[in-house]
């Protein structure tokens, strides 16, 4: 089991930056791609970005390129999300999410190939 823990939303406004981070219990850390989702009242789960086992490669929505960057510190079993340039329509609950080495080759933007959930944390931008 992976327990992962969001932290870092809140109440910004628009043109504001935040930093989301998400610490990992339970397994290797550096066994597991993560990624951050998204969710907003009455829509469906949206893939943020995405970083591989060892970094190398990361991936994002194209809502959030040039805003959004996503990183890891194995050491710290932590992943982050720098989101710059916030809009009112980044507004949503984000989810941390992680996947084992069975999922490799896998798209990462897919809900379903992640194994592990955060329970989220709220990310809010005022116009």
């Known amino acids: 089991q992976v327990q992962l823990v969001e932290s870092g939303g809140g109440l910004v406004q628009a043109g504001g930056s935040l930093r989301l981070s998400c610490a990992a219990s339970g397994r290797t850390f550096s066994n597991y791609a993560m990624a951050w989702f998204r969710q907003a009242p009455g829509k469906e789960r949206q893939f943020v970005a995405g970083?591989?086992?060892?970094?190398?490669?990361?991936f994002y929505a194209d809502s959030v390129k040039g805003r959004f960057t996503i990183s890891r510190d194995n050491a710290k079993n932590t992943v982050y999300l720098q989101m710059n340039n916030l809009k009112p329509e980044d507004t949503a609950v984000y989810v941390c999410?992680?996947?084992?080495?069975?999922?490799?080759?896998?798209?990462?933007?897919?809900?379903?190939?992640?194994?592990?959930w955060g329970q989220g944390t709220q990310v809010t931008v005022s116009s």
């Open positions: 999410a992680a996947r084992s080495l069975r999922q490799a080759g896998k798209d990462p933007s897919i809900p379903m190939n992640y194994e592990y």
């Open positions: 970083i591989s086992w060892t970094a190398d490669k990361t």
